[in-house]
């Protein structure tokens, strides 16, 4: 992995979540219909890089925020605490 994909990219910078997704795809696709200059490759791929970090922060945090939602559940006694219990 590198270096990019493990820094944080800082909030007031990141993208929505759908914004940098969108742009992922285009960067990927333009970067599989080939015909442009190595440059302007590696410029892509290095956005890309940036991109992915932005969707997997954003997914990070979503996924902490339901295990906080279901812990919480679990904690006042939810429906999600019976089937722990049973499961």
Same mark, same amino acid.
């Not at 945090?61 to 006694?77: C, I, K, T």
């Given at each position: 992995?590198?270096?990019?994909?493990?820094?944080?990219?800082? &909030?007031? &910078?990141?993208?929505?979540? &759908?914004?940098?997704?969108?742009?992922? @795809?285009?960067?990927?696709?333009?970067?599989?219909?080939?015909? @442009?200059?190595?440059?302007?490759?590696?410029?892509?791929?290095?956005?890309?890089?940036?991109?992915?970090?932005?969707?997997?922060?954003?997914?990070?945090?979503?996924?902490?925020?339901?295990?906080?939602?279901?812990?919480?559940?679990?904690?006042?006694?939810?429906?999600?605490?019976?089937?722990?219990?049973?499961?």
């Amino acid at each position: 992995m590198s270096e990019q994909q493990t820094a944080s990219v800082p &909030e007031d &910078e990141a993208p929505a979540y &759908e914004q940098a997704r969108d742009e992922l @795809i285009e960067v990927v696709r333009r970067l599989e219909t080939g015909g @442009i200059t190595l440059e302007e490759s590696l410029a892509l791929w290095e956005r890309g890089e940036r991109l992915a970090v932005v969707c997997e922060q954003w997914l990070d945090g979503a996924r902490a925020r339901l295990d906080a939602a279901v812990r919480a559940g679990a904690a006042d006694g939810g429906p999600d605490a019976s089937a722990e219990r049973d499961g």
